[in-house]
């Protein structure tokens, strides 16, 4: 079995009706930052928040055309459960997502809310795999996630999509788990427009398609911990690397900054609220491809934007940290009445907010007359940052700023 561009083609006729052709939207901050013509494909926009609802729809059309079954398994954490359970009540078919017990409440709830049997084993994904496989044995068929060419040829609409809205387009950057959509885009951009260059993007926790190319094949990888969970996999899929091999024009890895950065960058910036993976190309594009030739017409392509809500809580706040628009300082107060008071009015008049403030008076390491205020602030950035510790200083406080 082979995957073409005709397959591609032909998945587009049989996800229509279901899966949303996503919105194409021009970056006028990205644009004027690069000097290129930049946009975004949003597919966290898309009707289950990612592009996999494309493949699962793909799969399970073709899956009840051939009469291959009656019902359905897929094992996730998140995106892949979400558009199986999805496509599977478009079509009427019975389906079981079996999810780590670990799995996020939101998650479940969704593919619940979507109509599929939802079940709880394993603490990781490889066992949630392992429970699903077991029950291809009772009757149900086994929808991989990525490694799979119908899946592959779903995921693939997205680059048709792409073509459509921008016939001029010149470089594409996604990101890439286990492969199945760069695998899918890249074949049908390549095969509609040969000089588009498609470049992916990796988390470095998991450089899962920078092993396989350096070994020549699939080759696992640690799983270390990321926020770009959805493309948290550390095999690269069989069917996607013989694909990637030949279209994938380039490869770049990003850090756990650099996509926080992204996704703080796309929700403040655009309004668009990312996953850690869907912030994964605009990643790579404002780090490691800055300076590299790239095409004046540039999509990234924002994969999914179902993050949870008390990690967009942890994420946002050391993003903020990182750009220096909150700032931890520890300042050394002598244990006299108005001290406390003499230092907010400061701050107040160097124009920082105040959000918490913790005064310490039993810190060891301080004399026994002096006290320790350990204060959270919020800044207009470095430049404001700087001038507030300045202004502290030249007041004659002791000052460390905590990072």
Known sequence: ????????????????????HTPLVYSHTLSRKSRREVFLKLENLQTTGSFKLRGAMNRLRLFKD??????????SAGNHGQGVAYAAAALGIPAAIVMPRGASISKQMACQGYGAEVILHGQDLSQALEKARELVAAGYTFIHPYDDPEIIAGQGTLGLEILEDLPEVDTVVLPIGGGGLAAGVSLALKGRKPQVQVLGVQTAQVPSLQAALAQGGPTP???????????????????????LKEFLTDLVLVSEKEIAEALLFLLEGKKILAE????????????????????MNVVLVVSGGNIDIPLLERVVP????????????????????????????????AGA?????????????????????????ETRGPDHSDEVLRALKEAGYEVGEKV
Do not use: C, Y
Request: no cysteine; aromatic share 4%; glycine share 12%.
């Open 318 to 349: 050391r993003a903020l940290l990182e750009r220096r628009r909150l700032l931890n300082l520890r300042v050394a107060l002598s244990d006299r009445p108005g001290s406390l008071g003499r230092l907010t009015t400061l701050l107040g008049e």
């Open 66 to 75: 051939r009469g291959e079954g009656d019902r359905v398994v897929a094992a």
């Open 353 to 377: 907010n105040i959000l918490h403030l913790f005064h310490d008076r039993l810190a060891r390491e301080l004399p026994l007359d002096f006290t320790r205020v350990e204060v959270n602030l």
């Open 276 to 295: 850690g993976a869907g912030a994964a190309a605009a990643a790579g594009f404002l780090g490691p491809l800055q300076g590299r030739e790239l095409g």
């Open 1 to 20: 079995m082979s995957i073409k561009l005709a397959d591609i083609e032909a998945a587009q006729g049989r996800v229509q009706g279901v899966v949303l």
């Open 221 to 243: 990888v640690p799983v270390r911990p990321t926020l770009a969970d959805g493309i948290q996999v550390p095999l690269i899929g069989r069917w996607p690397f013989l694909l």
